[in-house]
C-alpha cells in the first residue's frame, strides 16, 4: 500500500490536531454550558441556552468527531502506524467509535429534543421529566466523552502498551 512521505503525513497530522481541538473544545464547551449556566429567568432564556447546546453539538462536535474519525483511518492506512500494530492506536480506534456512537444514540437526540420541550413548555419545562432526564443524560454522556477524549490525547502522546508480538 501507498503511504504518505514526510510532509502528507505533517499535513495530515495538522489536520486531524484541528478536529480534534474542534472535538475537545467542543466539548468542554457544552459541558461548561451545561454545568455553569445558572437558572434561566426566562422561557427565553432557556431556549436560548438550549438553542446554544444544539448549535455546539451540530457545528463544533459533530464535525470534530467525524473529522478526528476520518483523519484518524487515513493516518493509520497511510502512514507507518497502522490500524492493528499498536494497542494503544487499537484502543483510540474503539473509544473513538464508541463516543461517536454514544454521541449519535445517546446526547445527539437529547441535545435536540431540549428545545423543542421548551417551545411547548416555556420555563415549566424545568420540572418535566423528559426534559430533566435529557439533562442529565448530557451531563453524564458528556463527561464520559470528556474523560474519553482527554484519555485518547493521554494515550497519543504516552504510546504505551509496547507494539503487539505477530505469532
Known amino acids: 500500500m501507498v503511504k504518505f512521505g514526510g510532509t502528507g503525513q505533517r499535513v495530515l497530522k495538522i489536520i486531524h490536531f484541528v478536529f480534534i481541538a474542534l472535538w475537545i473544545g467542543g466539548a468542554v464547551g457544552l459541558n ?10 426566562t422561557a427565553g432564556e432557556l431556549l436560548g441556552f438550549n438553542h446554544a447546546a444544539m448549535i455546539m453539538d451540530d457545528l463544533v462536535i459533530i464535525p470534530g468527531a467525524m473529522g478526528s474519525l476520518i483523519t484518524g483511518i487515513l493516518i493509520c492506512a497511510f502512514t507507518h502506524w497502522g490500524f492493528f ?3 494503544w492506536v487499537v484502543v483510540k480506534l474503539i473509544l473513538t467509535i464508541v463516543c461517536i456512537v454514544c454521541g449519535i444514540v445517546v446526547l445527539g437526540p437529547t441535545v435536540n429534543n431540549q428545545p423543542e420541550i421548551t417551545l ?5 419545562a424545568l420540572a418535566d ?13 458528556g463527561a464520559f466523552q470528556l474523560s474519553s477524549l ?3 490525547t493521554v ?11 505477530m505469532a
Open 32 to 41: 461548561a454550558l451545561l454545568l455553569g449556566l445558572g437558572p434561566p429567568e
Open 155 to 165: 494515550i497519543s502522546v504516552a504510546k504505551p502498551w509496547r507494539k503487539k508480538k
Open 129 to 141: 421529566p423528559t426534559y430533566h432526564a435529557n439533562y442529565v443524560n448530557c451531563l453524564l454522556g
Open 120 to 124: 411547548k413548555l416555556g420555563l415549566k
Open 150 to 152: 482527554i484519555f485518547m
Open 85 to 87: 500494530k499498536h494497542r
